[in-house]
């Protein structure tokens, strides 16, 4: 039987947005996702991180360094109990004519959100039913991700707050918490 995921969005949706995440001192969860991500843990949902991380490609930090970043989410999260099944991150980015940029992750690839590759690479790791799972996030990318890969769709009014959405998804939050709360009070 496959297995149903949460796919949450990082920045915006379990930490505080800011423009770019640089090291670790800048990882801030937001104050209730300890608790949300443990009620995952505690249900039959898999808690799968699912990210664009073009600062990768802007060669403003590494993937050794995007690295030690997660393990600092992983850290904070596991103060409150909680931890994460997987962490899929996009280090790409398409050209443009700024600079810096690591030419080595300059591409039109398939995992950059609004695509659905990290979420499709996710359910083969894991043999998920993408249909019997769910994408929380905050921005356009995100819920177009998760629409593409035929997920049930939940907007959160932080980070980004669904700035020039056009196309709604399935129901929307104040916090990643009453998101949770309204997943495990619909799930079957």
């Known amino acids: 039987m496959s297995k149903r995921a949460i796919f949450l969005d990082r920045d915006g949706v379990l930490n505080v947005e800011k423009t770019f995440v640089l090291s670790p001192a ?9 608790r949300a ?8 949902f898999l808690a799968i991180v ?3 991380q073009s600062a990768v ?15 600092e989410l992983r850290r904070q999260l596991d103060t409150a109990g909680a931890y994460l099944d997987g962490i899929y991150y996009c280090p790409h980015r398409e050209l443009l004519d ?42 356009v990318r995100d819920i177009e991700a998760g629409k593409m890969a ?16 056009q196309d709604p998804p399935g129901q929307i939050f104040d916090t990643l918490e009453e998101a949770v709360n309204f997943i495990m009070s619909n799930r079957e």
């Open 26 to 34: 800048d990882m801030e969860l937001y104050p209730q996702v300890g």
């Open 37 to 44: 991500v443990k009620k995952i843990n505690e249900s039959p």
């Open 50 to 52: 699912v990210t664009n």
């Open 57 to 71: 490609a802007r060669n403003y930090i590494t993937e050794q360094e995007l690295e030690r970043i997660h393990q």
């Open 98 to 139: 700024e600079t810096p940029q690591n030419r080595d992750y300059i591409m039109d690839c398939e995992c950059r959100k609004p695509k659905p590759g990290m979420l499709l690479q996710a359910a083969r790791d894991f043999d998920l039913d993408l249909k019997a799972s769910y994408l929380v996030g905050d921005s």
């Open 150 to 165: 035929g997920c049930t769709t939940i907007g959160l009014r932080t980070g980004h707050s669904l700035k020039g959405l």
